[in-house]
């Protein structure tokens, strides 16, 4: 039973009646909107949604190639054997290597915007150019610098007239690492240029002024006025670059390609996680295992993500 209030404001009689919502009635327009908003959930579920399920499912399990009527639990075996593997944890740590080059691409972007927010002359044709590798693909920008490093015909060793295989060197197998972060290191600066110059023109202007009142130096501005004030952007070019990292598959496919011996490069010094999750899976036929070397990147990722994001939430307060 509903309550009928009465209320006199000034000699005017006010009569109120609790509402209730009307019942929600499916029109053709409600239906067709819900079928639309369905299609890319259906679809997610599908390509995405079972593959994640089956993948954890594999972690538990052994299976023949793709057939996952063969699907047999083997209770903790998989992790076992991907954990004794020495190419598991030179993954890891050609992972790391290679995902550290983001802080270099980061202090890179910084320099060059702090730069350009000095507004030197043609400073809007420098920005595009810089941000140009960047959109450019990443097929394209490995297969460009495998060119470079060519160890027949490449355009470094023309420069320093040699004749080193730097992609497949057996003096030193490192320098195909290093071409990987080089190609990285070219490309990556492009989009935290553009973010970090966005970031720097939305500074307040009165906190410089206030700061060379106070006698502050450039330096000091930078440190005390700057690097707050751009904090937030920092923090997201950082979680996205560091994500970029570890996930680094394309430039290390193309640079080094597997061989006859199903190795990532020479000694395997191209082998990222992400790839060697790639080797597993399509080369060995072994899913059950590239799941564990999957899952077990998804952790260290996530991880990572957790910290970066309770630091940056820390700085935002203060």
């Given at each position: 039973?509903?309550?009928?209030?009465?209320?006199?404001i000034?000699?005017v009689?006010?009569?109120?009646?609790?509402?209730f919502?009307?019942?929600?009635?499916?029109?053709?327009?409600?239906?067709?909107?819900?079928?639309?908003?369905?299609i890319?959930?259906?679809?997610?579920?599908?390509?995405?949604?079972?593959?994640?399920?089956?993948?954890?499912?594999?972690?538990?399990?052994?299976?023949?190639?793709?057939?996952?009527?063969?699907?047999?639990w083997?209770?903790?075996?998989?992790?076992?054997?991907v954990?004794?593997?020495?190419?598991?944890w030179?993954?890891?740590?050609?992972?790391?290597w290679?995902?550290?080059?983001?802080?270099?691409?980061?202090?890179?972007?910084?320099?060059?915007?702090?730069?350009?927010?000095?507004?030197?002359r043609g400073?809007?044709?420098?920005?595009?150019?810089?941000?140009?590798?960047?959109?450019?693909?990443?097929?394209?920008?490995?297969?460009?610098?495998?060119?470079?490093?060519?160890?027949?015909?490449?355009?470094?060793?023309?420069?320093?007239?040699?004749?080193?295989?730097?992609?497949?060197n057996?003096?030193?197998?490192?320098t195909l690492?290093?071409?990987?972060?080089?190609?990285?290191?070219?490309?990556?600066?492009?989009?935290?240029?553009v973010?970090?110059?966005?970031a720097?023109?939305?500074?307040n202007?009165?906190?410089?002024?206030?700061s060379?009142?106070?006698?502050?130096?450039?330096?000091e501005?930078f440190?005390?006025?700057t690097?707050?004030?751009?904090?937030?952007?920092?923090?997201?070019?950082?979680?996205?670059?560091?994500?970029?990292?570890?996930?680094?598959?394309?430039?290390?496919t193309?640079m080094?390609?597997?061989?006859?011996?199903?190795?990532?490069?020479?000694?395997?010094?191209?082998?990222?996680?992400?790839?060697?999750s790639?080797?597993?899976?399509?080369?060995?036929?072994?899913?059950?295992?590239?799941s564990?070397?999957?899952?077990?990147?998804?952790?260290i990722?996530?991880?990572?993500?957790?910290?970066?994001?309770?630091?940056?939430?820390?700085?935002?307060?203060?």
């Open positions: 039973m509903s309550k009928k209030l009465d209320s006199t000034e000699g009689n006010i009569s109120t009646t609790p509402n919502k009307k019942k929600h009635v499916w029109t053709k327009e409600t239906v067709f909107a819900l079928v639309v908003v369905l890319p959930i259906i679809g997610y579920v599908v390509f995405n949604g079972f593959p994640v399920a089956l993948s954890f499912g594999l972690l538990f399990s052994n299976i023949e190639g793709f057939d996952i009527s063969t699907m047999t083997n209770n903790f075996a998989n992790f076992t054997t954990f004794s593997d020495d190419r598991f030179k993954s890891i740590w050609i992972t790391l290679i995902a550290s080059t983001q802080l270099v691409t980061l202090a890179i972007a910084l320099v060059i915007s702090v730069l350009l927010a000095k507004k030197p400073r809007g044709f420098f920005q595009v150019l810089y941000f140009v590798p960047y959109i450019c693909s990443s097929v394209a920008v490995a297969i460009m610098w495998k060119w470079v490093f060519d160890g027949n015909h490449g355009l470094l060793n023309a420069l320093l007239g040699t004749k080193i295989d730097w992609l497949n057996t003096d030193n197998p490192a690492t290093w071409a990987i972060i080089t190609s990285i290191i070219w490309q990556a600066p492009g989009y935290g240029i973010m970090f110059k966005a720097l023109d939305a500074v202007p009165a906190l410089y002024e206030a060379e009142i106070d006698g502050a130096n450039s330096f501005q440190w005390n006025i690097i707050p004030s751009i904090a937030p952007t920092t923090f997201y070019l950082l979680f996205t670059g560091v994500l970029a990292g570890f996930t680094t598959f394309d430039k290390a193309l080094a390609p597997i061989s006859w011996t199903q190795t990532a490069g020479y000694e395997d010094m191209g082998l990222t996680m992400l790839y060697y790639y080797i597993l899976g399509t080369q060995r036929m072994e899913m059950e295992l590239a564990v070397v999957s899952w077990f990147l998804f952790l990722t996530m991880t990572l993500s957790v910290i970066v994001m309770k630091k940056r939430d820390k700085e935002l307060e203060y």
